[in-house]
């Protein structure tokens, strides 16, 4: 693609201080020398920016091993979690985008659950997508 015109997908062109920008270049140059005007030391007072100094300059130092995480919806997602989630679709909605009915997940063998479960740990574990929706 030719990255002086705007995509379609990107929407309507950008208006900035009454003019008009169009291409994606324009676009990441306007927004990129916005981004760097609002995040220029230009528009702190010198005391957040002695502060600001004096905290970055202190080594972070992680824990290790590192402790576990607290947040319930970082961890794994169990089978039973997915046996409760089957439960409770509708069985008279259409099928997805994939063509599964909640039917079909509603009569899968519990060796099929297990797998399931394992795809789905991977695919949030590794932002990895089989295939694309949409095209």
């Not at 379609?8 to 020398?33: C, H, M, W």
């Not at 300059?57 to 091993?65: G, H, M, R």
């Not at 399931?116 to 695919?123: A, G, P, Q, R, S």
């Given at each position: 693609?030719n990255?002086?015109?705007?995509h379609p997908k990107?929407g309507q062109p950008l ?5 008009v920008?169009?291409t994606l ?13 609002f995040s220029s030391?230009s528009n ?11 905290v ?9 091993p590192p ?5 319930h919806y970082n ?9 409760y989630?089957?439960?409770?679709c509708s069985?008279?909605?259409a099928?997805?985008?994939d ?6 997940l509603?009569?899968?063998h ?8 394992d795809?789905l740990?991977?695919?949030?574990s590794?932002s990895t997508?089989f295939f694309?929706?949409?095209?």
């Amino acid at each position: 693609m030719n990255e002086n015109i705007l995509h379609p997908k990107f929407g309507q062109p950008l208006i900035f201080r009454n003019v008009v920008y169009q291409t994606l270049n324009e676009i990441s140059e306007i927004l990129a020398d916005t981004y760097s005007h609002f995040s220029s030391d230009s528009n702190y007072d010198s005391n957040f920016l002695q502060l600001e100094q004096s905290v970055e300059n202190v080594p972070t130092v992680f824990p290790d091993p590192p402790t576990p995480d607290p947040h319930h919806y970082n961890h794994p997602i169990t089978v039973n979690e997915v046996l409760y989630t089957i439960r409770r679709c509708s069985t008279s909605t259409a099928p997805g985008y994939d063509q599964i009915t909640s039917l079909m997940l509603r009569n899968l063998h519990s060796n099929a659950i297990v797998h399931f479960t394992d795809v789905l740990n991977y695919i949030f574990s590794t932002s990895t997508f089989f295939f694309q929706y949409g095209n």
